[in-house]
C-alpha cells in the first residue's frame, strides 16, 4: 500500500502542542512502518487555513492520485475544515478508487465500517443538498406567484438578462437597439425563414450574441421561445408581466410557438407553450 502522508498547520496553530508539522509526520510515518505501508510522497502545507482547498501541497496531491493508494492524515480537521469541501474529497477518492485514514480518529476506508461511515456522511450531506434545492424552488415559485410589476419598476426573479435587456439593481431595463435584432428574428421566422439562415444572416452583418459569440440555431431558438420578449418573464410554469419595451406582440409570439410547434415530427413531443394578451401573473403548461 502506497501511502500519501499528509500534514498541515495553519499560523495560529505552529506553536499548539501536537500540531507541528514534525510532530504530525512523525505520527504518521511511524503509523506507516506499523502497518507496513510505503511512503510515496509527504506533502506539507505549512500557514495555511483547512477551510479551503487553495493549499499548494493539497492540489499537488490530490492531482498525483496515480502515484498512491491511500491518502493518510493525523486528523480529519488536518485535511478539511470546511465539512462540504471533506465529503467532495471523499467523492473524488471513491471515485479513483483511493483509500482514507485519519490516524488519531479510527476513521479508515481500508475496512468496511470505515466505508459505511464515510458513505452514511455522504448520503446525509445529499440529502441536505436536495432539502436545500426544495426550499430554494418553494421560495422561488412563491416569489413569482406575487411578484407585482408596474411601468415604473419591473422586478425579475433572479436570472441573468438575455439579449435585448440588461438589469440596473434588479430591475429589468430595455436594449432598443438589441430588441430591434430580435423583432428581426421573430419577423424572419414568421415570414419563412430557417434558424439556420437567420443565424447566418446576423453572422453576416457582424452581429454577436449577449456573450459575444456568433449566433447559431440554439441562440435561435431560444429567443424564439423566450416569453419576456412579448412582456412576461417566466420561471417554471409561472408566467409572470413586465412593463418593459418588448419586441413583438402576444399574437406575434404565439404564431411562432405554433409554427416551430409544427415542424416537429413526433406529435409526442409537440408542446406549445402560449402566453396570454393580458394578466400579470399566470401559469402555463
Known amino acids: 500500500m502506497r501511502a500519501a502522508v499528509y500534514v498541515r498547520v495553519s499560523t495560529e496553530e505552529q506553536s499548539v502542542e501536537g500540531y507541528s508539522l514534525e510532530a504530525q509526520k512523525d505520527i504518521l510515518l511511524n503509523w506507516c512502518i506499523a502497518e507496513g505501508w510505503e511512503v510515496a510522497d509527504i506533502y506539507e502545507d505549512g500557514g495555511y487555513s483547512g477551510t479551503n482547498t487553495k493549499r499548494p501541497e493539497y492540489l499537488r496531491m490530490m492531482a498525483e492520485q496515480h502515484s498512491w493508494d491511500v491518502l493518510l492524515v493525523f486528523k480529519i480537521d488536518r485535511i478539511h475544515r470546511n465539512s462540504r469541501n471533506f ?52 421560495g422561488m415559485k412563491e416569489k413569482a406567484e406575487t411578484m407585482s410589476n408596474s411601468d415604473k419598476v419591473n422586478l425579475t426573479m433572479g436570472f441573468n438578462a438575455p439579449f435585448g435587456y440588461v438589469l440596473n439593481n434588479g430591475i429589468l431595463l430595455s436594449e432598443p437597439e438589441e430588441l430591434d435584432v430580435v423583432r428581426s428574428i421573430f419577423t424572419d421566422y414568421l415570414d419563412g425563414s430557417t434558424m439556420d ?30 416569453p419576456i420578449y412579448a412582456g412576461y418573464m ?41 402566453i396570454p394578451d393580458d394578466l400579470d401573473v399566470c401559469y402555463i403548461n
Not at 115 to 121: G, I, S, T
Not at 199 to 226: D, E, F
Not at 244 to 258: I, K, L
Open 87 to 138: 465529503i467532495n474529497m471523499m467523492y473524488d477518492l471513491n471515485k479513483n478508487g483511493k483509500m482514507f485514514v485519519s490516524q488519531s480518529e479510527s476513521l479508515d476506508t481500508t475496512n468496511a465500517l470505515g466505508r459505511f461511515f464515510v458513505e452514511m456522511m455522504q448520503s446525509i450531506a445529499q440529502l441536505e443538498s436536495a432539502l436545500i434545492g426544495e426550499r430554494t424552488y418553494v
Open 197 to 226: 439562415s437567420i443565424a447566418y444572416r446576423l453572422n453576416r452583418s457582424g452581429l454577436l450574441t449577449k456573450r459575444g459569440n456568433p449566433w447559431n440555431v440554439y441562440n435561435i431558438r431560444n429567443i424564439l421561445h423566450n
Open 234 to 274: 417566466r420561471w417554471d410554469d409561472v408566467l409572470v408581466k413586465h412593463f418593459a419595451q418588448t419586441a413583438v406582440s402576444a399574437d406575434e409570439f404565439n404564431r411562432a410557438q405554433d409554427l416551430i410547434c409544427s415542424k416537429i415530427r413526433d406529435p409526442r413531443k409537440r408542446n406549445v407553450r402560449k
